[in-house]
């Protein structure tokens, strides 16, 4: 087995905590995720882990291995990276993430165009509307729509995206449409919100004459799925605060009706985030110029 192969298992599973985890992000099975350990172990002669049922935690040993390791691995990838941009020939895996919404619709179907252009580039996707810790998951780029929050990670924006609050017009026939965004936090309207551990969006901003406001609005029910909210919003379930490119197609056909178009939501923009060291990485930076235009091209077909 490879040395440096072995490294970069133990690094993973260090970050992840669990080593199925640290195989699948490494595309190896937990039985070799777990032999290349037991390899460095044996070569080390010293044990790496504290073992439990649930979840492995590095010894005083392994944290300091953990710190020599990970420069180790960032020192050769800068080297490849290095010698990829002199060759033109970029190659290597590359790990992107996306919230589902934009990612079904606007970064995965963009993968094997990408990969038919750079075909030395491993491409690794990963979809969910959760918070993905970028710098702990070993994330390349994050294609996300919000703001930067975290001073180690850099950002490239992409776009402004205009927000739109809407609803079915069912619910709207049976509930009312609010007239201002008191009547949103009054009770008798149901907004759909997207709520996940560590989710922000437990309060919509809307734009009033006397400035952004933060409204804490609630319903009965929510989701981790942006997607599903729309669903949810299509069947007369209730009130959405969805960018506009996401839900365009159902207002032209009539199935969602925007309101509350004199106080909109704050806009929200898309943007590829990543770790700073990264970008000197050519695969990184061809990725980010890829999807740039790309994103561009289809949000603009999508607002026509």
């Known amino acids: 087995m490879s040395y440096f192969d072995n490294l970069r298992v133990f690094v993973r599973v260090v970050e992840l905590g669990n080593l199925s985890a640290a195989g699948r992000d ?16 044996r070569y080390l002669g010293v044990r790496l ?11 005083e040993h392994g944290r300091v291995f ?26 290597g895996a590359i790990r992107i993430t996306a919230p589902l919404g934009i990612g079904r619709r606007l970064i995965a179907s963009g993968v094997p165009e990408f990969h038919d252009k750079y075909p030395d580039i491993e491409v690794r996707l990963r979809l969910s509307d959760h918070n993905i810790d970028i710098m702990s998951e070993g994330v390349d780029v994050a294609f996300k729509l919000g703001i930067l929050e975290d001073s180690n990670l850099r950002m490239r924006g992409i776009m402004n995206c205009e927000r739109v609050i809407c609803a079915s017009p069912d619910y709207l026939a049976k ?21 996940y551990p560590g989710s922000k969006e437990y309060y919509w901003t809307l734009q009033t004459p ?26 007369g ?52 110029d890829f ?9 603009g077909a999508m607002l026509e």
Not at 291 to 299: A, F, P, W, Y
């Open 291 to 299: 999807m740039t235009e790309r994103c561009q091209r289809l949000i």
């Open 26 to 41: 490494q595309r190896a099975s937990p039985a070799v995720a777990s032999n290349r350990i037991k390899e460095l172990e």
């Open 210 to 235: 006397d400035g952004p406001r933060k409204l804490e609005v609630s319903g009965p029910y929510d989701s981790d799925d942006g997607d599903v909210l729309t669903r949810w919003a299509l069947d």
């Open 66 to 91: 953990y710190e020599g390791a990970v420069k180790i691995i960032e020192a050769i990838n800068e080297a490849e990276a290095a010698i990829a941009d002199l060759s033109q020939k970029p190659k």
């Open 175 to 195: 509930r009312g449409i609010p007239a201002t965004p008191d009547e949103l936090i009054t009770g008798h309207h149901d907004c759909l919100l997207l709520r």
């Open 49 to 59: 882990f504290n073992r439990t049922t649930r979840k492995l935690t590095p010894t």
């Open 237 to 288: 379930r209730g009130i959405i605060n969805k960018p506009l490119f996401e839900v365009k197609s159902h207002i032209n056909d009539g199935t969602l009706q925007r309101i509350l178009e004199n106080t909109p939501p704050v806009s929200i923009q898309l943007a590829a985030i990543y770790p700073h060291k990264r970008f000197q990485d050519p695969k990184v930076r061809l990725m980010i």
